[in-house]
């Protein structure tokens, strides 16, 4: 397998995403037979079934296909390895599995769809760094995609050779017994489920379930029908923030379990895959409510990892295997020797400064199987933070395969409203998938080639514009931290431009000074019209990302206008409402009804702050 740390030696011909891990070219090129590209096409959506099981090869037209024997006893990376030949004969596709396979027409798909004379001849060796790439999206904080979209974004992701995906889920599931919980949020149903499974297989994706079983179950706790379960209706820490009401299940009740049970019965029938997430992350009100004397009596650390334990129980009498979010107990390393042995940790961070080194050890440590788990920075951002995102994307990566990690999940969030249009979350989640693959930087991979991949052939530049865009406000990320915490420095989890949006006309003005502002808005300006040029071939993208910036512009001219109102200068309420009205459009055309309302709470909240400095004295 070639090293992933090795820079690559050879570059194959543009349009190739992810790069290839070498490619030892022999001079001149192969001329394109006209029937390739459709038939290339055809096998990627539907690859054989005979290939692989009852036939070692097929042949096309001079494009052969091989399964070799022996896969037995190949690393699941290795397995994935292939080779693929060009030759003045014609193209030999090689590899252990069907996945290699797959992973070559990828690669062959692309190539072909590059305006070139013809392949380059010489002979591909590609593998990759990691076994899993996958990509989880947000499905419970607003956005749920309609069956197209999901459709299209398998496809899309199936071209960046991810090969898992995950659902998280919350109460965006149609369970048959809580529709007091879903209603209203044009939920995922039993059927659709079982589709996006059938297209994910066609494509060479795995579907994990996904539900999160112990918090982030609000919605739930907050009906009539299951607030008995809750933890707490009081108040609490979300780690360093006060909150109050119901968020986790009561871990000593065994009522939680028996819900528990009800909902991965009939939630898992619907997915093939074996593994589960069960979520359990960010319990932080446990002890605060009905488990406080036991936790006083054996632990919080002690109660949480033996509830982790008995759901994960439940899944495998279901046949899965569980995945579990891994903060709590990576903050309590004790707890990691009472959790069953067959579980797979997600070792979740989202900044640049996020321990993957330390989890990595700990985690390699416990003998559990574990997973890195970085992030898109797409939510609570409007652009995008990509300086973040790439630190972010590379300390995981560099861990993960220093520590053993069998897999890499791209998280993309919608935290605040999920306001992050789909070019800003795809531009990222391929940065991520391109990382999984190679092992390699973000920042080493050709944005071009990315771009022509998720954007179209004719949209080569909007990758490397959309990276530009999300550091607009940098240097106000690096001296905002109070506007969201007192005691920091550095802003985490959000853009300036974002939070900032949702400050009071004269509240904490002082942070981030009017002519840092100032230079964060010329830098927008001067970078719009390459933006819109790199956009202008895609209909919708054009108008998200349009969209985008509007966003970005009254966003940043009214952080000016609050610490420097000397000029007279101010925003138009009405602007906001007419991207109001264009956030639903545009919502309306990949995502479901259901969560639009929400979403458009967020810029309710705006609203009232631009309604009251229009009347502050």
């Known amino acids: 397998m070639p090293n992933p740390f090795m820079p690559n030696p050879y570059m194959p011909s543009p349009g190739s995403f992810p790069p290839p891990s070498r490619f030892d070219p022999s001079g001149g090129a192969l001329a394109i037979n006209p029937a390739w590209p459709e038939y290339v096409e055809s096998l990627r959506h539907n690859l054989p079934p005979e290939l692989g099981t009852t036939t070692d ?4 037209q001079g494009l052969a296909l091989h399964v070799n024997a022996g896969a037995c006893g190949v690393s699941p990376a290795q397995g994935q390895a292939y080779t693929l030949r060009i030759t003045a004969n014609g193209i030999d596709i090689q590899s252990a599995t069907r996945a290699g396979v797959r992973y070559a027409l990828e690669t062959l798909a692309q190539w072909l769809a590059t305006p070139n004379a013809g392949l380059p001849l010489g002979i591909v060796q590609d593998a990759p760094a990691f076994a899993t790439r996958g990509v989880m999206l947000d499905v419970s904080r607003c956005r749920i995609p309609t069956m197209p979209e999901f459709a299209r974004i398998i496809d899309q992701l199936a071209a960046l050779k991810c090969n898992h995906l995950q659902l998280y889920t919350e109460h965006t599931f149609a369970y048959s017994f809580a529709e007091s919980v879903w209603q209203g949020w044009s939920p995922i149903t ?3 489920l079982s589709t996006i499974d059938t297209l994910c297989r066609a494509r060479g994706i795995e ?7 112990f918090g982030h179950l609000r919605n739930w706790l907050e009906t009539p029908d299951f607030a008995s379960l809750a933890e707490t209706h009081g108040d609490w820490m979300f780690d360093l923030w006060p909150r109050s009401g119901p968020f986790s299940l009561c871990p000593t009740d065994s009522a939680s379990i028996a819900f528990v049970r009800r909902l991965l019965q009939e939630l898992t029938p619907n997915v093939r895959s074996p593994l589960l997430n069960i979520g359990c992350d960010e319990t932080y009100d446990i002890a605060f409510g009905r488990s406080k ?13 033996e509830f982790v334990a008995a759901i994960a129980q439940e899944a495998s009498a279901l046949g899965k295997r569980s995945m579990f979010w891994a903060d709590i107990a990576l903050t309590h390393p004790q707890s990691l020797a009472l959790l069953p042995k067959d579980m797979i940790a997600l070792a979740w961070g ?11 050890k700990s985690l390699a440590s416990s003998g559990l199987e574990f997973w890195v788990c970085p992030g898109t920075s797409s939510w609570r951002s409007i652009t995008g933070r990509t300086t973040e995102r790439n630190g972010n994307i590379d300390a995981a990566v560099a861990a993960g395969l220093k520590h053993g990690a069998t897999g890499v999940l791209i998280c993309d969030w919608g935290d605040t409203g999920h306001w992050q249009q789909w070019p800003i979350a795809i531009n990222a989640i391929a940065a991520g998938l391109g990382a999984a693959w190679t092992g390699r930087p973000v920042v080493a991979h050709d944005t071009q080639s990315l771009s022509r991949i998720i954007f179209g052939p004719s949209s080569p530049h909007l990758a490397q514009r959309l990276d530009a865009l999300g550091d607009v406000d940098l240097s106000l990320r690096e001296v905002c931290g109070p506007l969201s915490h007192p005691t920091r420095t550095r802003l985490l989890n959000q853009s ?11 509240e904490q003005t002082a942070i981030g000074d009017a002519a840092q502002w100032q230079t964060a808005l010329e830098q927008l300006h001067a970078q719009k019209a390459s933006l819109v040029a790199a956009a202008a071939t895609n209909p919708l993208i054009a108008a998200e990302v349009a969209h985008t910036l509007n966003l970005t512009d009254f966003a940043l001219r009214r952080a000016f206008t609050r610490r420097f109102p000397f000029d007279g200068a101010t925003v138009d309420p009405s602007q906001w409402h007419a991207m109001k009205a264009e956030h639903r459009r545009l919502w309306r055309l990949r995502s479901r009804d259901g969560g639009l309302a929400q979403s458009c709470t967020f810029f309710d909240t705006v609203e009232s702050h631009l309604t009251e400095a229009s009347t502050h004295p």
């Open 57 to 60: 090869t097929i042949r096309h």
């Open 496 to 506: 300036a431009l974002f939070i900032d949006l949702f400050k009071k006309p004269d």
């Open 293 to 305: 004397a036991a936790c006083a009596a054996r632990g919080r650390a002690t109660v949480f990892a």
């Open 350 to 360: 989202y900044e640049p400064s996020s321990p993957f080194e330390d989890w990595g």
């Open 207 to 213: 579907l994990a379930a996904n539900q999160n079983c």
């Open 190 to 192: 039993p059927t659709e």
